[in-house]
C-alpha cells in the first residue's frame, strides 16, 4: 500500500497561495492522489483528486509529478476559512475495497 | 437533500453499556464505512459495506458490529463499551464500490462517545 508524507504544520497568510506538499513514493500505477480536509471537529470535506494529470476544480488546483512520487495541493488564494487540517490520501483497493486510509495530514493556519 | 445524516451527535455511556450509532444516506451510495477518529490522529476505518447486505473489517473493528440495514442505512454496535472507545465517530458515503471507480466519499458530520 503507498503511504504519504506530509508536513505536520503549515502558515499561510491571508490572500496568498497555500501550497501543500505530499510524497507518496511507493504510489502504484493504478492508485489515485485524493485530498480532504477537517475543519475544526467536522467531518472531512472532499476537495480533489488526480490520477496523472494535474487538476483543477472551484477549490483548488492538484499538481501531481511526472514520476507521480509527490503531489501539491494550491489553495490560490487561501482564506481564515482555510484554516483546516489537510490529508493527502492515496487510494488503496484491498479485497475490492473502495476505502480512504488517513494518516495525521498538515494542520494549515491561515494568519490574518 | 441532507447528505449523511447522523444520530446522536453526543453520547456518554458507562463502561460494559451497549448502544448503537446510525447513519443515513440520502444520495443514493452503493457504499458506507463508519470510521473513528481520536484526539490528535487521522481517521481509522471500522467497517465499511461495499454494497447493500455486505459489510467488511476495516483497521479496528474488534469491539463493533455492523448492519447495512438497506441501502441508505448503516449502524455501528458497541455491545459492551469500554473507555477505549471513547472517540468521534464518523459514517460515510460512496457513489460506487469498484476496484476500478474513484469515486469521493462524503462525510457526515460525527458521534462524539465518551465512555467513563
Known amino acids: 500500500d503507498a503511504k504519504t508524507t506530509q508536513p505536520p504544520s503549515m502558515d499561510c497568510a491571508e490572500g496568498r497561495a497555500a501550497n501543500l506538499p505530499c510524497n507518496h513514493s511507493t504510489i502504484s500505477g493504478n492508485e489515485y492522489v485524493y485530498w480532504y480536509r477537517q475543519i475544526h471537529s467536522q467531518g472531512p470535506q472532499y476537495i480533489i483528486h488526480?490520477?496523472?494529470n494535474n487538476e483543477t476544480n472551484e477549490m483548488a488546483s492538484l499538481i501531481i509529478t511526472e514520476d507521480r512520487k509527490s503531489s501539491t495541493l494550491i489553495l490560490p488564494h487561501a482564506t481564515l476559512r482555510d484554516t483546516a487540517v489537510y490529508y493527502c490520501?492515496?487510494?488503496?483497493?484491498?479485497?475490492?475495497?473502495?476505502?480512504?486510509?488517513f494518516g495525521t495530514g498538515t494542520r494549515l493556519t491561515v494568519i490574518p | 437533500n441532507a447528505g449523511v445524516t447522523q444520530t446522536p451527535k453526543f453520547q456518554v455511556l458507562k463502561t460494559g453499556q451497549s448502544m448503537t450509532l446510525q447513519c443515513a444516506q440520502d444520495?443514493?451510495?452503493?457504499?458506507m464505512y463508519w470510521y473513528r477518529q481520536d484526539p490528535g490522529m487521522g481517521l481509522r476505518l471500522i467497517y465499511y459495506s461495499a454494497s447493500e447486505g455486505t459489510t467488511d473489517k476495516g483497521e479496528v473493528p474488534n469491539g463493533y458490529n455492523v448492519s447495512r440495514l438497506n441501502k441508505r442505512e448503516f449502524s455501528l454496535r458497541l455491545e459492551s463499551a469500554a473507555p477505549s472507545q471513547t472517540s468521534v465517530y464518523f459514517c460515510?458515503?460512496?457513489?460506487?464500490?469498484?476496484?476500478?471507480?474513484?469515486?469521493?466519499?462524503?462525510f457526515g458530520q460525527g458521534t462524539r462517545l465518551t465512555v467513563v
Open positions: 444520495m443514493n451510495h452503493n457504499s
Open positions: 460515510a458515503s460512496s457513489l460506487t464500490f469498484s476496484g476500478t471507480v474513484n469515486t469521493e466519499a462524503f
Open positions: 488526480g490520477l496523472k
Open positions: 490520501i492515496v487510494r488503496v483497493v484491498e479485497t475490492g475495497a473502495n476505502n480512504l486510509f
